[in-house]
């Protein structure tokens, strides 16, 4: 419980408050399915995250340096977005809070049920 300070920099709080919120991971399971990708092909991949919300989520990410973002000087200007060697070191933790999840998600839901 050392690692949890309740005042000051506490690297646990700072790293979960950033990955959870509603969109960031989905953002990181996305680009490592797919690899590179354009800003609307993420947007029309995830569906009902709002452009704002996706940009957003895509600055936070990249300003922790999990995801990479490449601008190519074309007309109409070209982005690019994809996960950083960081990023991808963070993936097998996601995947097993999915998995956990998706083995889990009945039970939850009935406990939900009798609340």
């Excluded at 200007?77 to 083995?103: C, F, K, M, Q, S």
Aim: glycine fraction near 8%; proline fraction near 4%; charge should be neutral.
């Amino acid at each position: 419980m050392k690692n949890f300070h309740p005042t000051g920099n506490c690297p646990v709080r700072d790293v979960l408050s950033r990955l959870g919120d509603k969109w960031s991971m989905l953002v990181l399971i996305t680009l490592n399915a797919n690899g590179t990708m354009r800003f609307s092909d993420i947007h029309k991949t995830i569906g009902d995250v709002s452009q704002r919300m996706l940009t957003v989520t895509l600055r936070t990410l990249e300003s922790d340096g999990l995801v990479e973002r490449k601008v190519y000087a074309e007309v109409p200007p070209r982005v690019e977005y994809n996960l950083t060697d960081t990023g991808g070191t963070l993936i097998p933790h996601i995947e097993g809070l999915v998995g956990w999840a998706l083995e889990n998600m009945n039970t939850i839901l009935e406990h939900r049920k009798n609340d």
